[in-house]
Nanobody, 121 residues
Framework: QVQLVESGGGLVQPGTSLRLSCAAS????????MAWFRQAPGKEREFVAA????????SYADSVKGRFTISRDNAKNTVYLQMNSLKPENTDGYYC??????????????WGEGTQVTVSS
């Protein structure tokens, strides 16, 4: 069974950090672009960050540039999202995805169930 499982979400205060992880199983994802999206209930998915299978090319939403870092470990079939200087507006469900390169959700064909990030004082 092919699946992506996110972890690392939680309730944190503004200005602090979280690291999300996404563990892939069922097949190798070493040739997929991996991405993180965010989504609030009733709203569309919004691109956060993506990383090429080689790890050498990354892209970010303007709102997180300089604060979030996406990385991957192909040997562990895992992708990470380091989130620094968190703000209340970063509060959302965060979803891992695998697929072709791009910043829209139609480029990705495998999705995790998500992990909730809540930033509040």
């Amino acid at each position: 069974q092919v699946q992506l499982v996110e972890s690392g979400g939680g309730l944190v205060q503004p200005g602090t950090s979280l690291r999300l992880s996404c563990a892939a199983s069922g097949r190798t994802f070493s040739r997929d672009t991996m991405a993180w999206f965010r989504q609030a209930p009733g709203k569309e998915r919004e691109f956060v960050a993506a990383i090429h299978w080689s790890g050498s090319i990354t892209s970010y939403a303007d709102s997180v540039k300089g604060r979030f870092t996406i990385s991957r470990d192909n040997a562990k079939n895992t992708v990470y999202l380091q989130m620094n200087s968190l703000k209340p507006e970063n509060t959302d469900g965060y979803y891992c995805a695998a697929g072709a390169r791009g910043t829209t959700d139609d480029k990705y064909n495998t999705w995790g169930e998500g992990t909730q990030v809540t930033v509040s004082s």
